[in-house]
């Protein structure tokens, strides 16, 4: 052992111990936030590492992720490599040639090819990055040409160029038959050829030395860039949330307790450590429709104010002292708007495309419980809503007699556990939209047609509360959500069919949290499977809707995973399959009603249902196919405002009821 090998082995302990260190300071804010179990269910965890991390599941789903793919996995070969380079600098003796002969040199072969794969990875994020930046990878506090970004692209691509040097010097200078398992450092020493052999030992050192230098540098500059999500990337896979977030945590209400999040430290270790493993690639940027209507919400710049706030002040709330830093304001980097929060219509686009799985809309949803519950403030057109809901249990605030007045129209049972198999559970939109109740006096003629038995509630049907709880209004939602809950348990209900798919999230999901145990079905899934088992017959296709294009409920769609019934339904029924707009499916583009939105004026920007009807447009629809009855408003209220008088909105129930008509 050498002096420079004492020397190099004293630099990479101090530079080991700091790195530690700043890991440690860094991940320690994480123990700030509050408990919260992710700790169950190992093994499926281990997989969702193995999917979302090594097998970069979501990465791939862009076609610049495939350059990521091959930057991580040539990074995970190299470890193997840049750990033996540092054992070696201190113990020359220790190295791959231990291993023998074919193992080393499979082993130099393949560090060699994936040296090269990464410097041309490295290549194109600097191409893409200098002269073709997508939009969404910009925001007004990180810039795509940020001196953090090219500052990592240079550490990597130097890091390459150093290995290159080292072994195409090797080549040259030693007797051992390498160009054969090294072909990209064998073009370097051919380029080294004609130097003199000092000068090659030199390149030889200097090479070695500035590939320490700055493998060092890259690790411990970690931590404090954007990059730090390398580090924190695995752990948050791992405790990512094993369901889909569809659903929110109930809140315990007890006299002199906070409720929602305010302050930093209010969120969850996972909610901050989320901060930390987001990658700002700008996916979910590009996928928010609130962003992409000119809204103030960027889901990218939530989790990165987040983070800038935890980092802020974390050395403040670990004295016990006020944050100086507050998290709601208008102050700029570090702090989240009200116009930002209340601009979310939970549509969960977000959540479905980042490849970190951070979850961001249910941090948005903690912020307006604060702002509800705690602070009373929140738009002014919310306050008759809440009123409505509370007093008489429906958000238009119509007499609970009304909820009946569709079913003048034909004989409709109120539901029995001994007589009926399914509760109809018609909503209120369904109940006083005077457009939606088209919609169940449809559904209802189907359900007749098939010969199952059905029921309603009549006037003891309630709100689900939805938008309450997405609103932040927990409070009321808990007291609906149990009445509700109490209710379907007398009544001896086991299968529930709902026209509206937010009152199908509630029910199925929210209000398992309530204690309730039934089965949950979307008219869609209903009709559709009533069509195959030949319960509802086609007289005739509904041919006369001509082409017709289908736009997917957010809350059916992304939240729950239903995607093909209604476009077998209209398949069936039309004899066609439904018109694909651009986004379909987990990629489509919200109607701008969720989240409470439905009820509360769109003042900021581009309205999202002009947006999204001008899509469906583009299709040359005769009608526009949905399953949602804010999805139908919303596109009605959009050809409207487009004064687009030939196309029309049906929902599948209606156009499945067209086929039963006898007047053709």
């Not at 930057?71 to 470890?79: E, N, Q």
């Not at 098939?450 to 997405?470: A, F, N, P, V």
């Not at 309730?516 to 007289?539: A, F």
Request: glycine letters at 6%; aromatic letters at 12%.
């Amino acid at each position: 052992m050498t002096a420079q090998n004492v020397f190099f082995g004293i630099i990479v302990i101090a530079s080991l111990i700091f790195f530690s260190w700043s890991c440690y300071k860094r991940f320690n804010l994480v123990t700030l936030g509050k408990p919260e179990n992710r700790f169950q269910n190992v093994w499926k965890r281990l997989m969702g590492v193995l999917v979302y991390v090594f097998a970069q599941k979501r990465v791939i789903n862009k076609p610049f992720g495939f350059n990521h793919f091959f930057l991580f996995w040539s990074f995970m070969i190299l470890l193997l490599a840049n750990t033996e380079f540092l054992i070696n600098g201190i113990f020359p003796n220790i190295s791959f040639a231990l291993l023998g002969k074919p193992l080393n040199h499979g082993l130099l072969f393949l560090f060699d090819i994936v040296s090269f794969i990464a410097l041309i990875c490295v290549l194109n994020a600097f191409i893409r990055r200098l002269f073709f930046t997508p939009s969404y990878l910009e925001t007004p506090y990180v810039k795509a040409k940020s001196f953090d970004a090219l500052l990592i692209l240079s550490l990597i691509g130097i890091l390459m160029l150093a290995y290159f040097g080292i072994h195409g010097a090797e080549i040259i200078l030693t007797d051992i038959n390498l160009h054969t398992y090294m072909p990209f450092s064998n073009i370097t020493s051919k380029i080294f050829a004609n130097f003199s052999i000092p000068t090659i030992e030199n390149i030889s050192q200097v090479s070695w030395w500035v590939h320490a230098i700055v493998l060092l540098t890259f690790l411990n500059y970690l931590p404090y860039s954007k990059h730090m999500h390398i580090l924190a990337a695995i752990p948050n896979c791992y405790f990512r949330n094993l369901e889909k977030p569809n659903t929110q945590p109930r809140e315990i209400f007890k006299k002199g307790m906070q409720y929602g999040v305010s302050k930093v430290q209010d969120f969850t270790w996972k909610d901050l450590l989320d901060g930390y493993a987001c990658t700002e690639c700008g996916r979910c940027q590009d996928a928010c429709p609130a962003y992409n209507t000119d809204k103030p919400l960027n889901p990218r710049q939530v989790i990165h104010d987040m983070k800038i706030n935890l980092l802020e002040n974390g050395k403040y709330i670990k004295k016990q002292e006020n944050p100086k830093v507050p998290l709601i304001s208008n102050i700029g980097e570090g702090s989240i708007s009200e116009d930002a929060i209340w601009s979310c219509t939970t549509c969960g686009a977000c959540l479905d495309i980042c490849p970190e799985l951070i979850e961001h809309m249910p941090k948005i949803i903690k912020m307006r419980r604060f702002l509800v519950e705690m602070e009373s403030k929140f738009p002014e057109e919310l306050l008759n809503l809440f009123e409505n809901i509370e007093q008489r249990s429906n958000p238009w605030g119509i007499a609970p007699a009304d909820r009946v007045k569709w079913a003048s129209y034909m004989n409709v049972e109120e539901f029995n556990a001994d007589k009926n198999e399914y509760l109809f559970y018609v909503g209120c939109a369904g109940s006083f939209d005077s457009r939606n109740k088209q919609v169940t006096l449809a559904i209802a003629q189907l359900l007749n047609t098939s010969g199952i038995s059905w029921g309603i509630l009549g006037k003891e049907e309630k709100c689900c509360g939805d938008s309450l709880r997405r609103l932040g209004n927990e409070y009321v939602f808990d007291k609906i959500a149990q009445e509700n809950v109490t209710l379907l348990k007398n009544k001896g209900v086991k299968k529930i069919i709902t026209q509206c798919p937010h009152c199908y999230n509630t029910l199925k999901n929210d209000y398992k949290q309530f204690g309730l145990d039934v089965q949950v079905i979307h008219h869609s899934e209903l009709i559709n499977k009533l069509l195959d088992t030949k319960k509802i017959n086609i007289k005739h296709p509904a041919d006369n809707l001509g082409n017709m294009v289908y736009h997917d409920s957010c809350y059916l769609g992304r939240h729950n995973d239903i995607y093909e019934a209604p476009r077998n339904v209209i398949e069936l029924s039309t004899g066609n399959k439904p018109i694909e707009m651009n986004r379909n499916k987990n990629n489509s583009f919200c109607c701008g009603a969720g989240g409470g939105r439905m009820w509360m004026e769109e003042n900021l920007g581009v309205r999202m249902n002009i947006t999204r009807v001008k899509e469906a447009v583009d299709k040359n629809p005769k009608t526009i196919g949905v399953a949602c009855p804010y999805c139908l408003t919303m596109f009605e209220d959009g050809l409207k405002d487009l004064k687009l008088n030939n196309i029309y909105v049906k929902d599948i129930a209606e156009v499945v009821a067209e086929t039963l008509r006898t007047d053709n």
